[in-house]
């Protein structure tokens, strides 16, 4: 699935023309910083930026704000949501009535690792493969790199889904021992191999097992990457350290 690049706007306004002078700006790093003349092109305000470590690649417009300009940011490598572009004030511009600011446009999300294919009918297998895109073009899929014999092997699944719940009875066969009884349910697509008989002596068989997830990090928007979670044999798609509860949850369950 495709990304969608943070995209953030300097604004420097002006309401006459005789606005002139220079502001600082800085990305994540504030000792690292590139000097702007109010009248920067787009092409020059690209090799700016580009300039300062950590921001990478980036597209660059320049629109009319009045008589000063708005520069719209687009980052192409950062991917996420990217920390703001700062500014180190408006000592340095001079005019009569201007304004300095940075706004985000459009907020930055991450590659997904996951698609969810819809409308698949249960017992059928499905193939899929998997190619990867960018400004350059695209590579081969993966059953492209399996016939020459390398790459990945083509993930081909059963739909399925969780069984239906069995049907019980229980009779007493004696002051210690009882009789329990369950059907075989509908196995939505993927065959029952085990069932689990649970019993005690409480009115309940007690709470769900609550487990808390933490990814931290010291510095603020630094972290980026994914993970993945194992449960027994079975390990998650890698999940975004910036996923959302339910890109969580979709992960788990399949």
Avoid at 79 to 97: C, F, P, Q, W, Y
Avoid at 114 to 141: C, H, M, W
Avoid at 189 to 204: L, N, P, Q, Y
Wanted: proline letters at 3%.
């Amino acid at each position: 699935t495709a990304n969608q690049p943070e995209v953030q706007v300097i604004e420097l306004s002006a309401d006459s023309d005789d606005l002139h002078g220079f502001f600082e700006l800085s990305f994540e790093d504030e000792t690292q910083t590139i000097t702007v003349e109010s009248t920067t092109s787009a092409d020059d305000m690209k090799a700016l930026l580009e300039s300062l470590p950590h921001i990478g690649k980036v597209d660059v417009s320049r629109d009319a704000n009045g008589h000063g300009y708005n520069w719209s940011v687009t980052f192409l490598t950062n991917i996420g949501d990217v920390e703001a572009m700062k500014h180190r004030g408006k000592t340095n511009l001079h005019g009569s009535s201007f304004d300095l600011g940075i706004s985000e446009q459009t907020k930055g999300e991450g590659i997904g690792r996951y698609v969810i294919a819809p409308d698949l009918e249960a017992g059928k297998t499905y193939i899929a493969r998997v190619a990867a895109f960018n400004r350059a073009g695209s590579s081969e899929f993966t059953t492209a790199d399996q016939k020459s014999g390398r790459g990945v092997v083509p993930v081909a699944l059963t739909v399925a889904s969780v069984p239906e719940q069995p049907q019980l009875s229980v009779s007493t066969l004696s002051n210690s021992q009882l009789d329990v009884r369950f059907t075989s349910p509908e196995s939505k697509g993927s065959a029952v191999e085990v069932f689990k008989v649970e019993w005690t002596t409480s009115d309940s068989f007690g709470a769900h097992e609550r487990i808390k997830i933490e990814v931290s990090c010291d510095k603020e928007n630094d972290m980026i990457g994914a993970f993945r979670l194992s449960f027994g044999d079975s390990e998650t798609v890698p999940i975004s350290v910036r996923a959302s509860e339910e890109e969580l949850t979709t992960a788990l369950i399949n």
